[in-house]
């Protein structure tokens, strides 16, 4: 009796493949024998594959995107596990951030951040903490569900006290470098939110919305009945105006309309005046846009900011526009009009968009403020957090800057000062987590500096190998785009930004570590620290210029910094994990969806060449999105999520995974659809059966490659060639070419073509070294197969490995893991592609053969007589693969001009001609009926689940006719059926049944012996 290391007597008794039992199985046998855990420790010998996990927000429930994710990762991180690697497998969850607080604002009933005041920023943030905390135990279940081993390691958290301490440690050198500053610049804010947000945080939020666009008239001073036009979809901006630009070199003309004149641009007067206006116009004047240079104009809005203004020499003039760069790499100074700025620009007036002049507010656009910058221009804002105006803003304060556009509208309207209006629908940018449409608003923030480190980013991407390669461009271009990173956050739920600055004297400070913070506190701190803000905001420090206190910046961090520092906060470094951390640096790859390229790819890169000077990893993978099967993306409002649960429950786990590595390239899109994913589980079912057939038959198995025949030397060659193509497409991120490669092995390779051939030498009887020939090659093609599908499946790769070991009794009862064996090499000597061309020939053959037989209307069970080919390549070696699988008695080759009797039926294959005799003799019917009978016992033996083993006394009673073709044959049919006694005639026996044969019936009775 064998043993085996699994608890499998259900499971080996399995008709069809079971992904539950099996599954169910494996985790017991993972968990008992603690396997992940003792293939993750820590092997300093080893060299090592640090695969850093991009953690997924904690707070939501994992989708079928997050379960593509952790199965490419998994993947990589077992295939190098089994290369011989020390892996890193340790997952990660984003813990800080908007998402949490949304949350809790929902669930508390808060509409604004004084609300959260009210409440209590201690309460508010006890609430987020309780929201992160938790539910990473739903994801590492789900992990160890899809056989994911993160699913067995403890998760790094962004909310735990040594990763904020890296992470103050990290701001603290990219400071000491000179790289943090307190900027004032117009940035993206989120009125609800009531924070600012960088631009690659609002680059995949946008929707479609419907704003004003108006045409406006700005008075010429000192002209009468004067104006220039400007044209704006956001009315309320033009409280901050502060000049307008126009191209110096366009032409713009005078139009009279009416008693009034219009300066606009040549190109759009006709358009806006008389198409869109319905006006008639005389032009009185042309001149170059830079004629109009230093014109000074009248504010169109009477509120006291403006009116401010009027006092500034600067304000209210015509300016001519400056190339802007196409990277927005503004540098502090002055823009340099040099031939690289031009090729690197654009002009930031279109003398044939709008009016060809555009209205300057330096305080609420990125270009109009390094404009404003260039021209020394003021910039204003009168908006506060909560997005409304403030009193600045006259009677309009207190409103929602966009909620005032009507009334703005009506103002000038009213003062005679408004050309046109209408709504236009566009993109525009919204909060990626609360989704208010977000405003360009003059705040003081704090950034990382990107012009000391954009050049050695640049070279370091470079070193990247990109995943596919086309990331290294496109990450490239991100670079080169790279502006300052606004760091810092007015919200509550995040590591706090390490500054403390002076009340008396400004001086600031930062802190990068808990032990300086002890140091320099003005009062004791207690043991048990918690790094968040409504602990750290109480804690004051010295000044060490004037001795005055010194309190934090209110701030907290970008949470895209909180996973930009993972590399070493995930470890604690440089106040933990010291060794462990020098060992694993840098990361040798990562594995995220595309949009990455943005965020997480730029974070990594960023935080890494800032405090390292190098890039923090070797490689990226990246994905594509898993959409649904109309390709939609997936949202909760569309209710079309899968969810991941549901598709492991529905699908089970090595199918899913498969799946992923089967249908697209893994950085393509994927829609995803149930039934495509059932047909995959064909393959493992096919795989399953064909290890139960081994099974079956390899009771007194000893492994021997002795007395080899043509199809095993075939099958020796192929599953060679296939650990080479499987281990190059893993290398080269090519998983879905690795998952086709090994389906088609399966299914055609081994099932339709080896296992078939072989049928007869493995049977109860066969001659004893053919079928220990036949059975080695079996055994070594599914246990190479199943290495090699190891990574993709994990679950039946590892219980079939444990049970093929259980019938090497050298192995027998040994507890060890698929995933301690080493990958598979090829052994080159066994690989033959001569043969293998040869017998993908003859599979061509065997379809053209059988396309004959479905013509004909012949069965495949009925043998046909002599079979001619055509065709260029060797048939001889492979004679006996065609006559077995095709059920023909002979096959001969023809010449390519020889004619062919009209006894044959021309069939084309790719690569030439089968001639199928149409006749069958008596000798092939009488073959063909004693196999409809054979069939129709094993069926029945089948039905009633009779093992191979057993014997039985069969008895048979049709016909004379029959009976004495029955009786001819009865010694084959027994030995086919294993019975030991064969009566024709009689009727004997509890187990019964019937098969036609053209016109006669042959009843079929029998019982065990």
């Avoid at 190339?323 to 690289?340: F, Q």
């Avoid at 271009?477 to 930004?497: F, M, T, V």
């Amino acid at each position: 009796m064998r043993k085996s290391n699994l608890e499998n007597e259900h499971s080996r008794n399995m008709a069809t493949y079971e992904a539950s039992l099996i599954e169910n199985e494996i985790r017991k046998f993972w968990e008992n024998n603690q396997i992940p855990q003792k293939l993750i420790e820590v092997k300093m010998d080893k060299k090592k594959f640090y695969l850093l996990d991009g953690p997924p927000y904690v707070n939501a429930e994992p989708h079928i995107g997050h379960i593509k994710t952790t199965t490419l990762k998994d993947i990589w991180s077992k295939f190098k596990l089994m290369q011989g690697y020390f892996v890193w497998f340790q997952p990660g969850f984003d813990c800080h951030g908007l998402p949490i607080e949304n949350k809790v604002e929902k669930e508390l009933g808060i509409k604004s951040k004084k609300d959260i005041e009210k409440l209590g920023v201690d309460r508010f943030i006890e609430e987020c903490r309780k929201k992160a905390l938790g539910n990473e135990k739903t994801w590492l279940e789900i992990y160890k569900k899809a056989g994911a081993w993160r699913g067995y390691v403890e998760p790094y958290m962004t909310l735990k006290n040594y990763y904020i301490e890296s992470a103050w440690w990290t701001v603290k050198q990219i400071a000491e470098k000179g790289m943090l500053y307190l900027g004032e610049k117009p940035t993206y804010w989120c009125p609800h939110c009531e924070t600012a947000l960088s631009g690659y945080e609002v680059t995949d939020s946008y929707a479609n919305v419907k704003d004003p666009y108006i045409y406006v008239k700005f008075p010429i001073e000192g002209k009468k009945n004067e104006y220039i036009l400007i044209f704006t979809t956001t009315p309320w901006t033009l409280l901050s105006n502060v000049a307008i630009a126009v191209s110096p070199d366009a032409m713009y003309v005078k139009a009279k309309v009416g008693e009034e004149y219009l300066i606009i641009s040549k190109e759009r007067a006709e358009e806006v005046i008389k198409e869109l206006c319905g006006l008639e116009y005389e032009i009185v004047e042309e001149f170059p846009g830079k004629e109009l240079e230093g014109l000074k104009y009248l504010p169109v809005m009477q509120v006291p900011v403006q009116q401010k203004l009027r006092e500034q020499k600067n304000a209210h003039k015509i300016i001519l526009s400056i190339p802007v760069l196409k990277s927005k790499s503004y540098k502090h100074a002055v823009l340099e009009n040099d031939e690289k700025t031009k090729e690197e620009s654009f002009d930031f007036v279109n003398a044939e968009e709008g009016s060809g002049a555009v209205h300057v507010a330096p305080g609420h656009g990125p270009e109009d403020y390094y404009i404003g910058q260039h021209y020394k221009l003021p910039a204003i804002s009168p908006v506060d957090d909560e997005g409304r105006f403030t009193e600045e803003a006259g009677e309009l304060k207190g409103m929602f800057v966009k909620d005032a556009d009507k009334t703005i509208i009506n103002k000038l309207d009213a003062a005679g000062l408004l050309l046109y209006s209408g709504q236009i629908e566009h993109s525009y940018p919204l909060c990626w987590r609360c989704k208010a449409p977000l405003i360009f608003r003059l705040t003081k923030q704090w950034f990382f500096s990107v012009d000391k480190i954009k050049e050695r980013m640049l070279e370091e991407n470079e070193k990247v190998r990109w995943l596919p390669e086309f990331g290294k461009e496109r990450f490239r271009n991100w670079l080169k785009e790279a502006i300052d990173w606004c760091i810092s956050r007015q919200r509550y739920w995040g590591i706090p930004l390490p500054i403390w600055v002076c009340e008396k004297c400004g001086n600031t400070e930062v802190i990068g570590s808990v032990k300086e913070l002890r140091e320099k506190a003005t009062e004791k701190i207690p043991e048990e620290l918690d790094l968040h803000k409504n602990v750290v905001d109480k804690i004051k420090l010295k000044c060490n210029r004037c001795n005055s206190v010194m309190h934090r910046v209110p701030d907290i961090v970008d949470v895209w910094f909180d996973s930009g520092v993972a590399p070493w906060a995930s470890l604690g470094y440089p106040y933990k994990n010291k060794d462990l951390f020098e060992k694993l640096w840098p990361v040798d790859l990562i594995d995220e969806s595309q949009d990455q390229i943005r965020g997480w790819f730029y974070s990594l890169m960023f935080t890494s060449v800032a405090v390292f000077n190098r890039a923090p990893y070797n490689a990226v993978a990246m994905n594509g999105w898993v959409l649904d099967e109309k390709g939609n993306k997936m949202s909760k409002s569309k209710g079309n999520v899968i969810w991941a649960d549901e598709a492991l429950q529905t699908l089970g786990a090595d199918v899913l995974r498969l799946y992923f590595c089967w249908e697209t390239p893994p950085w393509k899109q994927q829609n995803f659809s149930f039934d495509t994913a059932k047909e995959i589980k064909k393959a493992l079912n096919v795989l399953w059966n064909s290890f139960q057939f081994f099974r079956t038959y390899a009771e007194k198995f000893e492994l021997k490659f002795e007395n080899l025949e043509v199809e095993d030397a075939w099958l020796l060659s192929r599953i060679n060639t296939l650990v080479e193509e499987v281990t190059d497409s893993l290398e080269k991120f090519q998983f879905n070419k690795a998952g086709k490669a090994l389906v088609n092995f399966i299914i055609e390779d081994l099932s339709r073509t080896y296992i078939k051939k072989i049928r007869d030498r493995t049977w109860v009887n066969a001659e004893k070294k053919s079928k220990q020939a036949a059975l080695s090659v079996l055994y070594e093609a599914l246990l190479t197969v199943t290495k090699l599908l190891a990574p993709i499946t994990p679950f039946i790769s590892e219980y079939m490995y444990q049970e093929l070991k259980s019938i090497i009794k050298k192995e027998e009862g040994k507890v060890g893991s698929i995933f301690e064996s080493e990958w598979p090499k090829a052994k080159k000597e066994r690989i033959n592609k001569s043969l293998e061309k040869e017998v993908e020939c003859a599979k061509e053959i065997i379809k053209g053969i059988l396309a004959g037989r479905h013509q004909m209307g012949i069965k495949l069970r009925w043998p046909l007589g002599k079979v001619l080919v055509k065709c260029s390549t060797n048939i001889e070696n492979t004679k006996g693969i065609i006559m077995c699988l095709a059920n023909v008695r002979d096959v001969a080759k023809v010449s390519e001009g020889e004619k062919v009797s009209e006894d044959y039926l021309e069939v084309e294959f790719k690569g030439g001609k089968v001639y199928v005799n149409k006749h069958l003799d008596e000798s092939l019917l009488e073959e063909a009926m004693v196999r409809e009978v054979v069939r129709a016992v094993q069926n029945l033996r089948k039905k009633n689940a009779f093992n191979v083993k057993e014997y039985i006394a069969l008895t048979l009673k049709a016909g004379a006719k029959a009976e004495k073709v029955l009786k001819k044959y009865s010694q084959k049919i027994g030995e086919e059926v294993r019975a030991k006694s064969v009566q024709i005639g009689v009727q004997k026996g509890k187990i019964t049944g019937k098969v036609k044969f053209m016109d006669e019936e042959i009843f079929i009775s029998f019982e065990k012996i």
